[in-house]
């Protein structure tokens, strides 16, 4: 066998594969979008194993939220109804823009929100609540209770919610009130 017959027949496989390709592209677009997905969400994975600095539950979960801003943010999406990096930042708290952020992304990271583009304007993102988010809601529930308890006396300028007393005697179907109201809200937006 020639060098050239050697060449010839060892390309044979590339001009099959090129062949193929070429009247198979969007099969190969689906499969590089899939080998794509997989490896993000490999080393997504990963990330998010490594983001944990423990494996008591309390811990983790305060790993995600035990920050200074996180409970803020998902405070002004359920009762303020904010849902644009705009609205955020005009808000009281005054988060920096940097913070804000970061922690968006990594709140859409653990899929406590989601982002999504405003229907009459791309350039603007809409962040939601979604399901495991809105989990949340009893916690921040007990916390506004725990602060009208325990903080309100030395922090009498602190807003108490008018119908905190309410909440507290209903709670179970408070929460439910509160999610119901998110989520017709959440569903306006993107009418």
């Given at each position: 066998?020639t060098k050239?017959?050697?060449?010839a027949?060892?390309?044979y496989p590339?001009r099959m594969?090129?062949?193929f390709?070429?009247?198979?592209?969007?099969?190969?677009?689906q499969?590089?979008?899939i080998?794509?997905t997989?490896?993000l969400?490999?080393i997504?994975n990963t990330?998010?194993k490594d983001?944990?600095?423990s494996?008591?539950p309390?811990t983790?979960?305060?790993?995600?939220f035990?920050?200074?801003?996180?409970?803020v943010?998902?405070k002004?999406?359920?009762?303020?109804?904010?849902s644009?990096?705009k609205?955020?930042?005009d808000s009281?708290?005054?988060?920096a823009t940097n913070?804000?952020s970061?922690?968006l992304?990594?709140?859409?990271?653990?899929?406590?929100?989601?982002?999504n583009?405003?229907p009459d304007n791309?350039?603007?993102?809409?962040?939601t609540l979604?399901?495991?988010g809105?989990?949340?809601?009893?916690i921040?529930?007990?916390?506004m209770?725990?602060s009208?308890?325990?903080i309100?006396e030395i922090h009498?300028?602190?807003?108490?919610?008018?119908?905190?007393d309410e909440?507290?005697?209903?709670?179970?179907?408070?929460?439910?009130?509160?999610?119901?109201s998110y989520?017709?809200f959440?569903?306006?937006?993107?009418?």
């Open positions: 066998m050239n017959t050697f060449i027949q060892s390309a590339f594969l090129i062949f390709c070429s009247h198979n592209l969007t099969f190969i677009l499969v590089k979008q080998i794509i997989f490896v969400q490999a997504n990330a998010m983001f944990f600095r494996k008591c309390i983790s979960g305060l790993d995600i035990g920050d200074k801003w996180t409970l943010i998902i002004q999406m359920l009762f303020e109804e904010k644009t990096f609205d955020f930042t009281q708290e005054a988060i913070i804000l970061s922690r992304k990594q709140l859409e990271t653990f899929e406590i929100i989601n982002k583009t405003h791309k350039k603007t993102k809409i962040y979604t399901d495991k809105l989990s949340f809601t009893p921040l529930i007990e916390l209770l725990w009208k308890n325990n309100h009498p300028s602190m807003n108490i919610h008018p119908d905190l909440i507290k005697k209903h709670k179970k179907q408070s929460v439910k009130r509160i999610i119901e989520n017709k959440k569903e306006s937006l993107f009418k």
